[in-house]
């Protein structure tokens, strides 16, 4: 399918501000791609193929989408705006393999929508997650993505800062709970950046396209990873505070602080240390002694 015509740039943005078709939200962060090569880019960087489903959130003008569209076996391109969800079904009226859902992604059902926009062709497909994500929702959206469990990878564009946070490795100052959050969940990989003059209108940031390939098997499940994420949230959310003080801080109603500094001290780690010292593996093996606590307990 080859839909290279379909491109908005700087030029007829303003047009259609000026003739009072459409004006961009600050609130919506929206900011449109102009650089007709950065789609493209992403889109290859993406790996999908024509075995693939595409799934784009904050479609907008169209940009990606189209470069998409020449790639997957079929494109569900979501998109909150009104104005621009209708522009989008004009400028692809006579493309067959794309459905535009207006819509919020942070309060639909992803897999249900799934299920009714794409033909049952498609059902046993793959999906892959191709987005330039909006800035306003870039760690909310993040988070419903990879939690829907049905993606097999996240190809997306962010604030470089979120994609630093994402890729963040234990001891540094931007790793934190999200970090953890995404090597849990994910294998990331920060592929390129992108300047601000990319965009309509310009951002006051540098954005970074990364890779967010699915983890096949999960780590935990049910209520152990509920557990899970709650110590490390409750890690985090006291920086300054030790790893020891922090976790007693959270759950002194449930641990006493030597069941909690025995549990550290298991790890190898000394009573001092903070939360943003530890990996994966650790922060698994910690919650593992904290659950063997409870246990034995009962």
């Known amino acids: 399918m080859d839909n290279k015509g379909i491109f908005f740039g700087t030029n007829e943005i303003k047009h259609l501000k000026t003739a009072g078709v459409f004006t961009s939200s600050k609130s919506r962060g929206q900011n449109f791609l102009v650089d007709a090569n950065i789609p493209k880019k992403i889109a290859e960087h993406s790996g999908i193929n024509s075995s693939n489903v595409a799934f784009e959130v904050g479609a907008g003008f169209g940009a990606l989408t189209a470069e998409l569209t020449g790639l997957a076996a079929h494109v569900v391109a979501v998109e909150l705006d009104r104005r621009l969800a209708s522009i989008l079904r ?62 097999k990878s996240l190809t997306i564009m962010v604030q470089k800062e979120v994609a630093e946070r994402l890729v963040a490795r234990p001891g540094t100052s931007d790793y934190g709970a999200f970090s953890v959050f995404s090597g849990y969940h994910t294998v990331p990989e920060i592929l390129f950046d992108v300047s601000p003059e990319c965009f309509y209108p310009r951002p006051n940031v540098t954005s970074s396209v990364l890779r967010m390939a699915i983890r096949e098997k999960k780590f935990l499940s049910g209520e152990r990873e509920k557990f899970f994420f709650r110590v490390v949230r409750a890690a985090f959310s006291q920086r300054r505070k030790t790893l020891v003080n922090a976790l007693y801080s959270a759950f002194g109603s449930t641990y006493s602080k030597e069941d909690i500094s025995g549990a550290v001290c298991k790890l190898g780690l000394g009573e001092k240390v903070r939360g943003e010292m530890l990996g994966i593996d650790e922060w698994l093996q910690l919650c593992n002694y904290l659950l063997m606590i409870l246990d034995n307990g009962q």
């Open 90 to 151: 004009d400028m692809f009226a006579d493309v067959s393999n794309i459905s535009v859902h207006e819509g919020d992604i942070l309060k639909v059902d992803i897999n249900k929508m799934l299920e009714e926009l794409l033909p049952k062709s498609f059902a046993q497909c793959e999906v892959h997650v191709c987005a330039n994500l909006p800035y306003n929702i870039t760690t909310p959206a993040i988070s419903t993505l990879v939690e829907a469990d049905v993606f």
